[in-house]
């Protein structure tokens, strides 16, 4: 959490955000993320200062768990002092411990944001999901918290002026934007509305730009001049030398397979990240197997 100190920016953690994506696609299922297509809704999750500290706390926790479909986990929450936002007990259950920071007793406004990162490492423990290592975790929860429906509450909890600054999680705001991006995408949601905070909308459209720069890179046929005009010199390079990459380092690859055979491309899928292999010849639609996307491509 940063409490008045420097909030990073940019995009440092990207790559392991886009694995975290194709993790929730392969463990979940194309089916089972897209039961989370309506993210939870601001009036479910509100907390203003009128309401009983523990009484608001728990019902939004309830409503957390309810959203991501945990029926038999019960939240007990409390409050202490402490250097990070909040913890969790990661028991058996049926109960779970989650300890919120005091500074919330008086920003209550953003409880929802803290407990709805605590709920969803009780639920990436249930399935069993987990990145090596404490930073890549985090990202990770992070990601599938915002992916699944309810990370707009981190990103929201983000402000910044010139004498003070808060933000929650562990990815930067824009990486918090692209992810929410990432899903608005996916499902055909509109975000925008939701934000208290002008830092938070500002961060969420610098991510759905870059989000939107992973649907325009080559062979997709979304792709700029540029970046066709490279891709077609990088599979004229891979034809003549037998190489398996191209010269100009973009996302793409290719690959025979025995040395000899017909020239193939690997590229991500824009949704979910996880590559894609097709034959490196012209137009054609491609499939994601991962997240059904379908695909217009050059290549």
């Not at 309401?51 to 768990?65: C, I, K, N, T, W």
């Not at 030398?241 to 690997?266: C, E, I, K, M, N």
Request: with cysteine.
């Amino acid at each position: 959490m940063a409490n008045g100190g420097p909030v990073e920016h940019g995009y440092p953690h990207l790559e392991t955000v886009r694995a975290a994506i194709t993790a929730l696609y392969r463990r979940l299922s194309y089916d089972t993320v897209h039961t989370f297509d309506t993210s939870v809704a601001p009036a479910d999750v509100a907390f203003c200062d009128q309401d009983d500290l523990y009484l608001g706390a728990q019902r939004v926790a309830r409503e957390l768990v309810r959203h991501l479909r945990l029926p038999d986990a019960r939240m007990i929450v409390s409050f202490r002092e402490m250097q990070h936002a909040a913890s969790v007990e990661l028991a058996a259950g049926p109960e779970y411990f989650i300890e919120l920071n005091d500074r919330f007793r008086t920003h209550r406004r953003d409880i929802g944001a803290a407990l709805a990162h605590e709920v969803m490492h009780v639920y990436l423990h249930r399935l069993d999901l987990s990145f090596p290592g404490t930073r890549d975790n985090e990202i990770l929860t992070d990601t599938a918290t915002t992916y699944l429906g309810a990370g707009w509450l981190l990103l929201d909890a983000y402000r910044e002026d010139s004498a003070s600054s808060q933000k929650l999680g562990y990815l930067t705001p824009e990486e918090f934007g692209y992810v929410l991006a990432k899903r608005s995408l996916a499902f055909g949601e509109a975000p925008e509305t939701w934000f208290t905070s002008p830092q938070a909308y500002t961060a969420y459209t610098k991510g759905l730009a870059r989000a939107r720069q992973d649907e325009q890179q080559p062979p997709l046929t979304a792709a700029g001049w540029a970046g066709r005009r490279r891709y077609a010199k990088d599979r004229r390079y891979a034809q003549d030398h037998g190489t398996a990459t191209g010269r100009s380092g973009g996302p793409y690859a290719f690959s025979r397979s025995d040395g000899t055979g017909p020239l193939r491309v690997s590229f991500p899928c824009p949704t979910c990240h996880q590559r894609i292999r097709v034959p490196a010849r012209g137009r054609m639609r491609a499939r994601c197997g991962l997240c059904r996307t379908v695909l217009d491509c050059d290549t």
